[in-house]
């Protein structure tokens, strides 16, 4: 097994790291407040550890967990400890309003977050399509993804399989700003037509 690096410990991070935990990764919690960082390593068990928010991450894959509003600025304090890593960015850019998505027409947040990494980050569309608590109950779930780079998608690709997941590509980074309005299409079904946010997006193949 592997590590996996976390940076974030809200709701999503905590549903994600379970599921890493349960898998048998090693997961390292990295978050800007240190004791948000130990609390949910101590959560997770003897396979987590916490790291230095700002330093080279220990993973090979590192989850950006954070609200998008906030991105940037954690994107920033790493730097070039992000070189050579595959980032997974789970945000969803939506607008407080829930009114649309606040990235630049034409874009998407994943595209806007990839243009700061370093030359030698390659960053991966993932888990967006995904409620936290339903991710936490466990059971298959089919996780969308995008990405650019071919060995960043099937490394990721493995990892999600390995949380029991099924990874569907939709095609290169472009396409995460379809899964992000997918994301805010979910978030109004739960509000308005579904009337409950206990549901997930699956592909049928009966």
């Not at 809200?10 to 599921?19: D, K, Q, V």
């Not at 407040?33 to 790291?51: F, I, M, P, V």
């Not at 590509?169 to 379809?178: C, I, R, S």
Request: contains cysteine; hydrophobic residues 50%; proline residues 3%.
């Amino acid at each position: 097994m592997s590590t996996i690096s976390m940076i974030g410990a809200g709701t999503m991070a905590t549903a994600i790291s379970g599921r890493i935990a349960k898998a048998g990764h090693t997961i390292e919690v990295v978050n800007r407040d240190s004791a948000k960082a130990l609390a949910l390593t101590e959560k997770l068990g003897s396979r987590a550890t916490t790291g230095t928010y700002g330093a080279v991450p220990t993973g090979d894959i590192v989850i950006l967990a954070v609200p998008y509003s906030g991105a940037a600025a954690v994107v920033a304090d790493f730097g070039e400890a992000l070189d050579g890593k595959v980032v997974v960015d789970i945000t969803n850019p939506i607008a407080p309003d829930l009114s649309g998505l606040v990235t630049p027409f034409g874009s998407s947040g994943a595209q806007e977050i990839a243009q700061s990494l370093p030359a030698g980050a390659h960053l991966v569309k993932a888990f967006n399509t995904i409620f936290g608590h339903v991710l936490a109950k466990g059971g298959c779930l089919d996780a969308f993804i995008a990405a650019d780079d071919a060995d960043a998608k099937a490394r990721v690709s493995i990892f999600l399989e390995s949380l029991g997941l099924r990874p569907f590509h939709v095609g290169g980074l472009q396409m995460a700003q379809t899964l992000e309005a997918a994301g805010l299409m979910m978030i109004g079904l739960a509000k308005n037509g579904a009337g409950t946010w206990d549901f997930a997006l699956n592909i049928d193949r009966c």
